[in-house]
């Protein structure tokens, strides 16, 4: 029941990696606008959530049942937000998240953010079975031994041209929002993780697209995972073909 996290920068091709790897090996993908819609649609208040043992069969009830188990134990101990919908809660950018007060002003805090968000992705993992991207799902689960942890790289430049292409934007434009989504996503992981988001030591793979186009690294990351779940219990071996 494999689970791994893709983390990158924006248009490091993460997510493309992160997506296909699920396709290819007939796992769950989850990222954080597939939480953001599940939490809206289902209308889920961090301050309501019931607990739920049932056994769920789709990703989408799986879900559904998340949502509703989340906080079922952090709830009492950090009295979270009254009546704050979750969907608004996981919307936070890494830039906004960063800049969360601390302490009990405001309704939302950093607190109160880091455990829902780690409530979140831990039941999303708990299962198994599924791509995590982003988030901080690396130091979330970096103790789950049947969890892979994988970072995919590529040089600036090639970001910034990759988003001017896509985005239509000069590439000032494009070096400003690259540096910007940089800084976001590196004050985020330092904020409530102390720890440097591009360290190797975070992860079990580190691949640069620069060099490993998306289809090459879906094959080396099942391969990899294969591998590393051979060495772990029974119960992790199980790591479908591409």
């Known amino acids: 029941m494999p689970v791994i996290t893709v983390s990158g920068n924006l248009l490091s091709g993460a997510r493309e990696v992160a997506r296909d790897l699920a396709q290819a090996l007939g796992l769950d993908y989850v990222d954080q606008e597939i939480l953001v819609e599940a939490a809206r649609q289902l209308g889920v208040s961090v301050a309501t959530v019931e607990r739920r043992d049932e056994r769920a069969r789709s990703f989408a009830e799986r879900l559904g049942l998340l949502m509703r188990t989340l906080m079922e134990r952090s709830a009492a101990a950090t009295d979270p937000l009254s009546g704050a919908g979750l969907d608004v809660v996981l919307a936070h950018t890494y830039g906004e998240a960063a800049g969360l007060p601390s302490g009990e002003e405001g309704e939302l805090t950093e607190e109160r953010y880091l455990v829902t968000l780690t409530s979140v992705i ?121």
Request: hydrophobic share 40%.
């Open 122 to 242: 831990r039941g999303v993992a708990a299962r198994g079975n599924v791509v995590i991207l982003g988030r901080g799902s690396q130091v979330i689960l970096r103790d789950d031994p049947g969890a892979f942890h994988v970072l995919v790289y590529a040089p600036k430049q090639q970001r910034i041209e990759a988003l001017a292409r896509r985005d239509g934007m000069t590439p000032e434009d494009a070096k400003k929002r690259i540096k910007e989504s940089d800084q976001n996503r590196a004050a985020f992981h330092q904020r409530f993780f102390k720890v440097d988001a591009e360290s190797p030591a975070l992860y079990d793979l580190v691949l640069n697209t620069a060099h490993i186009q998306p289809p090459l690294a879906v094959e080396m990351i099942a391969m990899a995972v294969r591998g590393s779940a051979a060495r772990l219990p029974a119960e992790h071996h199980d790591v479908p073909q591409p």
